[in-house]
């Protein structure tokens, strides 16, 4: 394999990660920011609904990991790169876990 073509895939992962959890702090920050104005007006926030926030996110890391899967299991077999899907398919799998127990809990 070419060396750049190893640094990419290094590299990509980070990049990732660090981009995420930028997009993260500038959500909760607009959040913040929102319901500061909603109270100084003198109203109340609506409450949040993480619910289906919580799906979706579910979801989008479980295609997103196989996504991953397929892509590096074609471009190198079966090997340790596996793991750059198997990580965000588990994450996704217990999110989506997580919803159906809680859901389910509240629909009692």
Excluded at 68 to 83: A, D, E, P, Q, V
């Amino acid at each position: 394999m070419v060396p750049a073509a190893q640094v990419l895939i290094a590299v990509l992962p980070l990049v990732a990660v660090v981009l995420l959890a930028v997009m993260t702090f500038f959500f909760f920050l607009w959040d913040y920011r929102t319901k500061r104005l909603i109270i100084e007006k003198g109203q109340q926030p609506v409450p949040r609904k993480i619910d289906d926030k919580l799906l979706l996110l579910g979801i989008v890391s479980l295609f997103v990991g196989v996504g991953l899967l397929i892509f590096f299991s074609l471009y190198n077999g079966l090997s340790n790169t596996l793991l750059g899907g198997i990580i965000p398919v588990t994450a996704g799998l217990g999110i989506i876990t997580h919803y159906v127990i809680m859901h389910g809990r509240r629909n009692r």
